[in-house]
């Protein structure tokens, strides 16, 4: 089974900086996709990003970028000119891209993002 | 309707009673999924419908909890003789699928949730 792990429970950034989100997770799969949501107190899980594993180039969106390490099962997360509204709950998560296979998906414990003004 | 939506917002049930909470898909969105997060914690994964049918069901907890999507759109999990370690917050979330059933690189759109409080 599939598991992701978030190692940071919270985490802190003054405004306008950058501040990367970890992200593991353990596969015997070669082909699968890997996402960070962002969860407010609204409760929606947002999609953030998302990185197919069959492509070596990072995914970027904006300011968000991640760093997919394949060989040592790492995708964190890189948000840059951080602002207010950036802060929430992010989660990884983890879907299999078997054909047939379920597209559920496995979800990390999240991180909690401060954003400081 | 624009979005997933999720009724109730909130419930608060007393334990041993059932409760039935309501996910409204996305328009043509044939996958949908049923998520349990508790305080805390990441999403947990209960169900996913393809259609009308449970592709996969592995992640029900017990036989009190049942879900059912009869005509393909609107779901409903159903849980039985709630306890008070029922309380979390329940995700519902739906995708377009891909033709014969192949996993696609497809967005999973998710609604507000509704948060079950067991007392």
């Known amino acids: 089974a599939q598991t992701v792990t978030q190692s940071q429970p919270e985490m802190s950034v003054q405004e306008a900086e950058t501040v990367t989100l970890s992200c593991t997770y353990d596969t015997s799969e070669s082909d699968y996709y890997l996402f960070w949501y962002k969860q407010p107190p609204s409760r929606q899980m947002i999609l953030v990003i998302r990185q197919e594993a069959y492509k070596q180039q990072n995914a970027t969106e904006n300011r968000f970028s991640v760093n997919f390490q394949k060989a040592a099962k790492s995708f964190s997360l890189k948000i840059s000119d951080s602002q207010l509204g950036d802060a929430a709950m992010y989660f990884c998560?983890?879907?299999?891209?078997?054909?047939?296979?379920?597209?559920?998906?496995?979800f990390g414990k999240g991180t909690k993002l401060t954003v400081n003004p | 309707g624009a979005g997933v939506s999720q009724t109730p917002s909130n419930k608060v049930t007393e334990k041993g009673k059932y409760v039935e909470l309501r996910c409204d898909p996305i328009?043509?969105?044939?996958?949908l999924y049923w998520y349990r997060q508790s305080l805390g914690q990441g999403p947990e994964f209960l169900i996913y419908f393809q259609g009308t049918g449970a592709a996969d069901d592995s992640g029900l907890p017990n036989d009190r909890f049942f879900a059912v999507r009869p005509e393909g759109s609107v779901s409903t999990l159903k849980i039985q003789r709630t306890e008070r370690g029922d309380s979390a917050v329940y995700l519902c979330?739906?995708?377009?699928?891909?033709?014969?059933?192949?996993?696609?690189?497809?967005?999973?759109?998710f609604g507000q949730g509704t948060r079950l409080t067991v007392v």
């Open positions: 998560a983890y879907r299999t891209c078997l054909q047939g296979g379920s597209e559920k998906l496995v």
């Open positions: 979330a739906s995708s377009l699928m891909g033709r014969l059933g192949a996993v696609v690189n497809t967005e999973a759109f």
């Open positions: 328009s043509g969105h044939t996958a």
